[in-house]
């Protein structure tokens, strides 16, 4: 019986051994006998094209990857692909600065809209509500998502003083959290995908530590707190140490939504037009689809984990700002003596 | 994959864009003042009252608690007390009646005892006095049976007989 058990998972890789080849093959040799009737006088893509097929193979991959980044990157047209496509208005520059309504820009508002429309529903109806009657369906929901921004991450990070904080943070969460979610639904672009619009969510959470900090400390605390109660003799390096590290803290911010939230819509559309590549409905049904499914559930939890991460580090910032007074005084005290 | 890295440098993914940056400030700022004002104050507000209410209600059920517990150890104080309290009285009660007991009894005792002692006198008496009589008597059936007997012949028979007749009309007359 144990030498059965040993065997059997050895069978089962050899029979996948003989049979991948055989369907990768099948599906080639189809798109090959496709590609021979339509007649179609280059050779056909795969790991194996020659050389000379080389200038068809580089602009199917160059047309995939167009398609990729079109789908990424930020236009000014709005495309349904099949049914046609919006042209956004184009505004004349301000002050040197293009401010036309981008692809972005729409999802950003579609984003407000749905905020306020959401919120000015469950906002009323706290509003109505007794503190002794319980929520009901769509404001409980909020409320399980909005206790837990209050209390795991404003009030375990923040501490003392963390109310004023918290308006901040609660729109930075549910506006990430749903550049993220329209971001993954058909035609829907991914605002938080664009590192311009991260930079300005990260800016405000700079500028909040930064006035957290002054307020909390006093400029005096505020300039001590650069040279992080050091011997003078190393201000010259730890002062420009804690500078760069004030701009560190929301610059990978920024990079971390950005790119987490690009690279995912990458990988799902690199898995699709895998099967465009190859042409094959063999790899299409075995590996695209299967694989694009998996990364679309891992993205729905990854833009809840991302505007969670970015939401919980601005309050890590803040709370790092703001507390540690004691502790610093009593630094630098012993820096003195 | 060489042509996409190009792309992607090529294409500027990380290109600043100052417009797209003022609106996501300007979307973003109106956003949070709005939200704030509709949304999030009342929400926390709400929030924070249930929370005091449920803290309130906390402590008052446990104030309530306490107080029931409180009490409750007086109720049981006082039924014990109260307890207490009958056993002696029961107590008391028993120990007078068998104060009360006793005294009668011994009242009674001694009653019975001063009139028993006050019958054995008086019985006593009369038995004196029936003897005294009786005495009498015997002396006077003394005398008369003399009298008899020296009144007939002095008749030893005789004699004997009116003794006999007169001792027999003693017993006669005595009973």
């Not at chain 1, 144990?2 to 059997?8: A, D, E, G, I, M």
């Not at chain 1, 009323?124 to 319980?134: D, E, V």
């Not at chain 1, 499914?293 to 910032?317: D, K, R």
């Not at chain 2, 864009?17 to 507000?45: R, Y």
């Amino acid at each position: 019986m144990k030498r059965l058990n040993v065997l059997q998972p050895k069978v089962l890789l050899k029979v996948i051994a003989i049979l991948v080849p055989l369907i990768v093959n099948v599906g080639q040799l189809s798109s090959l006998s496709y590609a021979e009737t339509q007649a179609v006088p280059v050779e056909v893509v795969g790991e194996h094209a020659a050389p000379a097929a080389h200038g068809a193979d580089a602009h199917g991959e160059e047309k995939a990857g167009d398609v990729i980044m079109h789908h990424i990157f930020d236009s000014h047209v709005f495309a349904f692909e099949p049914f046609g496509e919006i042209d956004l208005p184009q505004l004349p520059p301000v002050a040197g600065i293009d401010i036309s309504i981008t692809k972005h820009v729409v999802m950003m508002w579609l984003v407000a809209a749905i905020l306020l429309v959401v919120f000015s529903i469950v906002g009323s109806k706290y509003k109505n509500m007794g503190a002794r009657q319980a929520p009901k369906g769509l404001a409980n929901a909020m409320e399980a998502l909005v206790e837990f921004i209050r209390l795991d991450v404003a009030k375990s990070n923040i501490g003392h003083g963390y109310e004023r904080h918290l308006p901040y943070l609660l729109t930075v969460f549910f506006f990430i959290l749903l550049c993220n979610l329209l971001g993954l639904i058909p035609y829907g672009a991914t605002a938080t995908g664009n590192i311009n619009v991260t930079l300005a969510l990260a800016i405000f959470t700079f500028f909040i530590t930064q006035i957290a900090a002054l307020k909390a400390h006093g400029v005096k605390g505020f300039l001590a707190h650069l040279t992080a109660g050091t011997h003078w003799s190393l201000w010259i390096i730890m002062i420009p140490i804690e500078v760069i590290g004030l701009f560190t803290k929301p610059f990978a911010l920024a990079i971390r939504l950005f790119a987490n939230m690009t690279a995912g819509h990458i990988v799902i559309l690199s898995l699709i037009f895998i099967s465009f590549i190859l042409k094959s409905y063999v790899v299409a049904v075995a590996v695209s689809v299967p694989f694009s499914i998996f990364i679309y559930l891992l993205e729905l939890f990854v833009a809840f984990l991302q505007a969670f991460i970015f939401t919980m580090l601005s309050a890590l910032f803040i709370g790092l700002a703001t507390a540690h007074e004691g502790h610093d005084e009593h630094e630098a005290e012993a820096a003195h003596h | 994959m060489l042509t996409s890295g190009i792309i992607l440098l090529e294409a500027n993914l990380l290109s600043p864009n100052p417009g797209l940056i003022f609106w996501t400030a300007v979307t973003f700022v109106i956003v949070l003042l709005i939200l704030k004002k509709i949304a999030w104050g009342p929400i926390i507000t709400a929030l924070e009252e249930r929370e005091k209410g449920i803290q309130t209600s906390i402590d008052r059920a446990h104030q309530a608690k306490d107080e029931a517990e409180s009490i409750l150890r007086k109720n049981k104080e006082m039924l014990a007390k109260a307890d207490a309290e009958a056993d002696k009285i029961i107590r008391e009660g028993k120990e007078y009646a068998e104060k009360l007991r006793a005294d009668i009894t011994g009242k009674a005792q001694e009653e019975s005892k001063k009139m028993i002692a006050s019958a054995v006198n008086a019985i006593e008496q009369e038995k004196q006095r029936a003897l005294d009589v009786l005495r009498n008597e015997v002396a006077d059936l003394a005398v008369m049976g003399a009298e008899k007997i020296i009144k007939t012949a002095l008749n030893a028979d005789l004699q004997k007989k009116i003794v006999n007749s007169m001792l027999e009309d003693l017993s006669t007359k005595r009973n």
